[in-house]
């Protein structure tokens, strides 16, 4: 079994906000930049697909990050007053040739920009 990287509890540096698994709903301020932060669930794939609904008010940033197995990481700046939410999606790890079901987990947090 591969060790789970430590959780973090702070963002970055360059980053005002952690975002993390835990997150629902997040508020910060116009110009703030956001850290999200997702680590793979046991018998899940990475988080992949990390979008945002409306990128007139979280613009994607480069976070100059690299993620360790397991972790997926993505940078947002909060570009104007709004709410905005960003998900991400994870699929069962199945065998080749072996059943595999058809579910999918869904990460959302709803991000309101003052």
């Not at 591969?2 to 702070?10: D, F, K, L």
Request: charged share 15%; proline share 9%; with cysteine.
């Amino acid at each position: 079994m591969t060790p789970r990287p430590p959780v973090a509890t702070s963002p970055t540096t360059g980053f005002d906000v952690l975002i993390t698994d835990t997150d629902r709903a997040v508020t910060v301020k116009s110009g703030q930049r956001l850290e999200v932060i997702l680590h793979a669930r046991p018998g899940m794939s990475d988080w992949g697909r990390v979008n945002v609904d409306d990128y007139t008010v979280l613009r994607a940033v480069p976070t100059g990050i690299t993620a360790a197995r397991g972790v997926t990481i993505a940078g947002y700046e909060a570009a104007r007053p709004g709410t905005a939410t960003i998900r991400a999606t994870a699929t069962p790890l199945c065998s080749p040739g072996q059943a595999c079901p058809a579910i999918a987990m869904l990460f959302e947090v709803s991000v309101t920009v003052t």
